[in-house]
């Protein structure tokens, strides 16, 4: 099981980034995908979760109306289109799924907003 985030940068406050997580090594199709940060000094939290068709998501207070989580099942994909971003989004971002009681993590992108 593998996932390759990509995607992050620097952005100033107001601006958008749109991350992407590349998934291979399981039936991508089957599984329900979440997106989670870790900002500095901070434990690592959920930002976002899709389900495995796409019809249902759900986001952290924090980020909602903010951001979107979606994904193309045909080519193994998550996304994660951030948008109106502030300082407190700054953290690397990863993607995870559960499979048979295990977590599997991407190695993350990190998000810096900034001026």
């Known amino acids: 099981v593998q996932f390759v985030e990509s995607g992050g940068g620097l952005v100033q406050p107001g601006g958008s980034l749109r991350l992407s997580c590349a998934a291979s090594?399981?039936?991508?199709?089957?599984?329900?995908i979440t997106w989670n940060r870790q900002a500095p000094g901070k434990e690592r939290e959920f930002v976002a979760i899709?389900?495995?068709?796409?019809?249902?998501?759900q986001y952290a207070d924090s980020v909602k109306g903010r951001f979107t989580i979606s994904r193309d099942n045909a080519k193994n994909t998550g996304y994660l289109q951030m948008n109106s971003l502030k300082p407190e989004d700054t953290a690397v971002y990863y993607c995870?799924?559960?499979?048979?009681?295990?977590?599997?993590w991407g190695q993350g992108t990190q998000v810096t907003v900034s001026s």
């Open positions: 899709i389900s495995s068709a796409g019809g249902i998501t």
């Open positions: 995870k799924t559960r499979l048979r009681g295990m977590d599997y």
């Open positions: 090594g399981f039936t991508f199709s089957t599984a329900t």
